[in-house]
């Protein structure tokens, strides 16, 4: 099993930057892809970025490339940190932003391919 605890979210000015975090732990790291998606109020779901297992490939949604970073990195064995760095933040940003994590290879931009999901971090961007 693999817990997700998502970190970070806040309200910024826009323009603004915020990092995003998501704690992983439970099972070997690397044999996870990771993916960040966000959902607005009244809006469905939608991918942000993904990252491969090796972190040597990432993925990112038109409407935050080159603003938004996706990294990971190892804390312990069993425990390893994925970031979201998010810069010149808009207003259409605001959202809750869900870490995901799935046992396939490449990256994925389909929630559905995601097993596990955290709770959740709300970022608000105010204008």
């Known amino acids: 099993q693999v817990q997700l605890a998502e970190s970070g979210g806040g309200l910024v000015q826009a323009g603004g930057s915020l990092r995003l975090s998501c704690a992983v732990s439970?099972?070997?790291?690397?044999?996870?892809?990771m993916g960040w998606f966000r959902q607005a109020p009244g809006k469905e779901r939608e991918f942000v970025a993904a990252?491969?297992?090796?972190?040597?490939?990432?993925?990112?949604?038109d409407s935050v490339k080159g603003r938004f970073t996706m990294s990971r990195v190892n804390a312990k064995n069993t425990e390893y940190l994925v970031y979201l760095q998010m810069n010149s933040l808009k207003p259409e940003d605001t959202a809750v932003y869900y870490c995901?994590?799935?046992?396939?290879?490449?990256?994925?931009?389909?929630?559905?391919?995601?097993?596990?999901w955290g709770q959740g971090t709300q970022v608000t961007v105010s204008s």
């Open positions: 990252i491969s297992r090796t972190g040597g490939t990432t993925y990112y949604a």
């Open positions: 439970g099972r070997t790291f690397s044999n996870y892809r």
């Open positions: 995901a994590a799935s046992g396939e290879y490449g990256y994925s931009t389909v929630g559905n391919d995601y097993s596990y």
